[in-house]
């Protein structure tokens, strides 16, 4: 069986960025709206974080019914009209970011996966092996990236 290459940082960059093209007038349109009304989101959601901790734990069976009763169609219609559009600006301006973090993943998984080649892989026990030591690899870096990103990014289980 033959193993794909990981691909290049520049590859794996151009290719979120082409993902995320679509995107764009609506989220600067509303953005500029909430501006010009002296509107600044981050600092009033910040201040009522009680309210937004109650809010969905006493909407949560709402929100719960509301989800679960919109048709597979219309989720798709308003994700290809709505969501669709706003996703690719955004990408082209934060790819340095994106490379940021994407090298140090790219970097681990090279080292990972010469790390296993070394590895016998004859015997289930020898196999299973190789698998925990991709796992336990991948699983040491989410566990560095939360570290370093803090409470923004979930913690690993």
Not at 13 to 28: F, L
Not at 109 to 126: F, G, V
Request: aromatic residues 6%; glycine residues 8%.
């Amino acid at each position: 069986m033959k193993r794909r290459p990981i691909p290049p940082l520049s590859v794996v960059a151009s290719n979120w960025v082409m993902a995320m093209q679509e995107c764009g007038p609506k989220y600067t349109a509303g953005t500029a709206a909430a501006v010009a009304a002296g509107i600044n989101p981050g600092q009033l959601a910040a201040a009522n974080q009680a309210g937004y901790l109650a809010g969905v734990q006493q909407n949560v069976q709402k929100w719960a019914t509301k989800v679960a009763a919109v048709p597979p169609a219309n989720w798709a219609a308003l994700c290809a009209k709505l969501g669709a559009q706003n996703i690719g600006p955004g990408a082209a301006a934060k790819v340095q970011k994106y490379q940021n973090g994407m090298q140090i993943v790219l970097q681990t998984m090279t080292t990972l996966k010469a790390q296993i080649a070394a590895m016998p892989k004859n015997t289930y026990a020898a196999r299973k092996a190789r698998m925990n030591a991709w796992a336990d690899g991948l699983h040491a870096l989410r566990t560095a990236a939360q570290q370093l990103a803090g409470p923004m990014m979930p913690a690993a289980q």
